[in-house]
């Protein structure tokens, strides 16, 4: 089908040729121009499409006659720029192989650079991702630092939207570093991109320190078209803070300037935000005006990150209270829509989001809804789909049921046997890494001490305090967890808590008349959902299961 569609594509480039009055030797003499004015003459074309084409593809003809690598592979990437989006990658396909055939690590780099940045834009994520890295392996061979540090730069942006955080912000901070003196506009981009991460990551001062930076920077060195942006991460941290009314602000101001960038992305996550915040403000009409919006935006680009899910799940709300059943089915078909996007694009992340109508329970929704619409029309045949439901319903809880309890069983059985989790200061840190082996000794005593006072139990806790508690920084701290732990942070706090729970219940009878919400303050949870999905993910059964069979075993 897309080859068909170029066919047609080329066919009509000719026929605008043709109907220019142009001949084929005015086209030969095109040719001989050099490259400089050609790549001129593209330029000054962009909006004369038509004209644009044929100055086009006479330097590529140019470049393909004269057997210049360099000259054919910039051919490509023109088209790349200038053509239709659905063209482009076709392009890029041909700039990458003419790449190939000069065997030059700095233009084959560049050139699957080039086909990530595309297929980054098309929403093609693990595209993109397969071309960054082989982008990076090329371009590692070479000595250009521009190039490596532009690979780095997009790689980070592809792990901050696929939810990888931790190193999104490792990689950001180096080309913060590089950047800041070699390019004002990577520098500035990079500081946005790491404000974005920790918003994202939940540490809201610290992004908003960094978007302070950001805009003290572009002000001195006269470079402010990224302001806009770093306004409009300003208002969703004041959404996150619970000040509103300056949230809707500063989205607002910031929102017609990217929208004159054709940035449909970020106009998306502003109009959710500012919904968010008229929601918190119980202006209703507003909120649901601006979640509307986004729903345009996912309807006419298929755009949606995992941040706007929410919005189709709040209009579903609202039409389910007002017992609207059509309106209620088509959000339900919408979130299967939208689940089935972030489950392409969103592969990483998709897995951990928490959502309040999951893919099954949205199926089941969308079956009822269909059933209730039924009703009204003919309830004779809504009586036998309904028994034909139930009937299958039945039959896959029962299923269901047993298969659950022999699992539960087991788990239980393993949880009573395990002993209680050992001292593991001893492990050796002789392993080849980059941390000093005095600085990691030291770190690992501190936490080894901070696990034998159970001080993991602490409500507050977090990777930034306990860093400060011991006297060193998250990045330093959350390597050696990951090192000696296996885990991430929160994992690893998660896992002491549900361990020393576990023990607890199996040795304090009078713990396992405890509600979940009580349970969960006894071991520091901010929420009981949190302290039951850390149980589950620890144990593989639920809080609730484990008390009835230490209870049955009494």
Not at 169 to 198: M, Q, W
Not at 337 to 350: E, M, W
Request: include cysteine.
């Amino acid at each position: 089908m897309i080859f068909k569609r170029f066919i047609i594509h080329i066919l009509t480039v000719c026929s605008w040729v043709y109907a220019r009055g142009i001949p084929n030797e005015q086209a030969d003499t095109l040719r001989k121009y050099d490259y400089s004015i050609l790549l001129t003459k593209i330029e000054v074309t962009e909006r004369d499409k038509p004209l644009q084409l044929i100055y086009l593809k006479a330097f590529l003809e140019k470049a393909k006659a004269e057997r210049n690598a360099d000259q054919l592979i910039l051919g490509y990437k023109n088209y790349i720029y200038y053509s239709d989006k659905e063209f482009s990658v076709i392009y890029a396909d041909s700039m990458v192989r003419a790449a190939l055939a000069t065997q030059k690590d700095a233009s084959i780099g560049s050139s699957y650079l080039t086909q990530g940045i595309l297929y980054y834009s098309l929403k093609e994520y693990t595209k993109a991702l397969d071309s960054y890295l082989l982008a990076n392996e090329y371009i590692s061979k070479t000595q250009d630092d521009y190039l490596k540090y532009k690979s780095k730069y997009n790689l980070a942006h592809l792990k901050y939207y696929l939810g990888i955080y931790d190193d999104a912000v490792d990689l950001f901070e180096e080309c913060i570093t590089y950047f800041k003196s070699h390019n004002p506009r990577g520098y500035l981009n990079s500081l946005h991109s790491l404000a974005l991460c920790y918003s994202r990551m939940g540490n809201y001062g610290e992004s908003t320190r960094v978007v302070e930076q950001g805009i003290s920077e572009g002000e001195r060195l006269k470079e402010q078209a990224m302001e806009p942006y770093f306004v409009h991460l300003d208002g969703v941290n004041n959404y996150f803070k619970n000040n509103y009314r300056l949230g809707i602000e500063k989205i607002a101001s910031s929102l017609e300037a990217i929208e004159a960038n054709n940035d449909f992305a970020n106009v998306a996550v502003g109009n959710f935000y500012i919904g968010k915040c008229y929601l918190g403000l119980k202006e209703i009409d507003k909120a649901y005006l601006y979640f509307r919006k986004v729903e345009e935006t996912f309807d006419q680009r298929n755009y949606i990150r995992p941040d706007l899910r929410e919005c189709f799940e709040l209009l579903f709300k609202h039409y389910e209270e007002k017992g609207n059943l059509p309106m209620k089915l088509k959000y339900v078909e919408k979130l299967l829509k939208v689940d089935s996007v972030l489950g392409t694009n969103y592969k990483y992340i998709s897995q951990k989001i928490h959502r309040e109508y999951d893919t099954v329970e949205l199926k089941r929704k969308k079956n009822e809804l269909q059933i209730e619409l039924q009703q009204a029309y003919n309830r004779d045949k809504l009586l036998v789909g309904g028994v034909i439901v139930l009937v299958v319903v039945l039959l896959v809880l029962v299923h269901r049921n047993r298969r659950n309890k022999r699992v539960y069983r087991q788990r239980f059985e393993e949880l009573m046997q395990q002993k209680p989790v050992v001292d593991r200061k001893k492990e050796s840190i002789k392993t080849k890494w980059d941390m000093n082996p005095d600085v990691a000794e030291e770190l690992l005593e501190k936490l080894v001490k901070f696990e034998r006072n159970k001080k993991y139990l602490d409500k507050d806790l977090s990777l930034v305090k306990l860093a400060a508690q011991f006297n060193s920084n998250t990045k330093y701290l959350s390597k050696l967890i990951l090192h000696y732990r296996n885990k991430r942070f929160v994992e690893y706090i998660n896992d002491l808590k549900i361990d020393y729970l576990v023990e607890l219940l199996k040795q304090e009878n009078r713990y396992r008349n405890y509600t979940n919400k009580a349970l969960a303050e006894e071991v520091g949870f901010s929420s009981t959902q949190r302290f039951t999905n850390a149980f589950v993910s620890r144990t593989g059964i639920s809080p609730s299961y484990f008390i009835e069979r230490l209870k049955g075993e009494e």
